[in-house]
C-alpha cells in the first residue's frame, strides 16, 4: 500500500529555533509529493510541492528518494508558522489517488 | 478565486438517519475527494472520483457511498449514521496531478 508517516504528532520549538517536519513515503517509483497547511479555523492549503523547488514562507522539502524521506525545513520559525502541517503523496504514473499522512502540529513559542 | 465548497459547517444527526454531504466546485476538475479528519489519524481517504460516475474507494469506504452526476457535485453518503462516524468531513478537487483545493469542512456529530 501506499503510505506516507509523519512520525511526530507535535512539534514544539521556540521563535527563531530551526524546524525540521518528518515526513517518510513507502518507495513506489516517483511519487509526487506535498506539503499542505492548516492554520487555525482556516481551510486545508497547499504550502509546497517537491517538483516547484520553491521556498514558501521561508519553508523547504527535498525529495530523498535513497531514504524515502521529503522532509520540511525552516531555518528559523515564526508563531505565525503555528499550524498542522500533513505531507501527501500521489503515486507514481498517473493514478490520481491523493494520500495523506497523519499530521504534525508545529507550536511556536515566543 | 477557486472555490470548493461543502453544504453544511455544522451537522447534528442521529443514529440510523440517511446523512447527505454535498460538496461543489467552480474549477471544472476532474478529481474530487472525500476525506475524514480525525486528531491523530489525519486525513483518511474515504472515496475518489475521477470523472462523472467513475469512483474508487479509499482507505476506510465502509459505512459510506458517492453519487458523482454531474461534474462539479460530489456527494458522500452515510446510509445509517453511527457515532463512530462523527468526524470532520473534507471535500477536494484537482485537475490531473495538481494541487488539492480544500473546502471549509462539515462538521458532522452523530448522536
Known amino acids: 500500500a501506499q503510505r506516507v508517516t509523519q512520525p511526530e504528532k507535535l512539534l514544539s520549538v521556540f521563535k527563531g529555533a530551526p524546524v525540521e517536519l518528518k515526513c517518510n513515503y513507502s518507495?513506489?517509483?516517483?511519487?509526487?509529493l506535498f506539503w499542505y497547511v492548516q492554520y487555525s479555523r482556516q481551510r486545508l492549503q497547499l504550502l509546497l510541492r517537491?517538483?516547484s523547488r520553491e521556498s514558501i514562507k521561508g519553508f523547504t522539502a527535498d525529495l530523498n528518494k535513497g531514504e524515502t524521506s521529503f522532509h520540511l525545513k525552516k531555518p528559523f520559525a515564526q508563531e505565525e508558522d503555528s499550524a498542522m502541517y500533513y505531507c501527501?503523496?500521489?503515486?507514481?504514473?498517473?493514478?490520481?489517488?491523493?494520500?495523506f499522512g497523519a499530521g504534525t502540529r508545529l507550536a511556536v513559542h515566543p | 478565486d477557486v472555490k470548493v465548497t461543502q453544504s453544511s459547517r455544522y451537522l447534528v444527526k442521529r443514529t440510523g438517519e440517511k446523512v447527505f454531504l454535498e460538496c461543489v466546485q467552480d474549477?471544472?476538475?476532474?478529481?474530487m475527494f472525500w476525506y475524514r479528519q480525525d486528531p491523530g489519524l489525519g486525513l483518511r481517504l474515504i472515496y475518489f472520483?475521477?470523472?462523472?460516475?467513475?469512483?474508487e474507494k479509499g482507505d476506510i469506504p465502509e459505512g459510506y457511498s458517492v453519487s458523482r452526476e454531474k461534474k462539479e457535485r460530489f456527494s458522500l453518503i452515510l446510509e445509517s449514521a453511527s457515532t463512530n462516524q462523527t468526524s470532520m468531513y473534507l471535500c477536494?478537487?484537482?485537475?490531473?496531478?495538481?494541487?488539492?483545493?480544500f473546502g471549509q469542512g462539515t462538521r458532522l456529530t452523530v448522536v
Open positions: 501527501a503523496r500521489l503515486p507514481a504514473g498517473g493514478y490520481n489517488k491523493l494520500i
Open positions: 472520483s475521477y470523472d462523472v460516475k467513475m469512483k
Open positions: 477536494a478537487s484537482s485537475k490531473a496531478r495538481q494541487e488539492a483545493f
Open positions: 517537491h517538483i
Open positions: 474549477m471544472d476538475h476532474e478529481n
Open positions: 518507495y513506489s517509483g516517483s511519487p509526487e
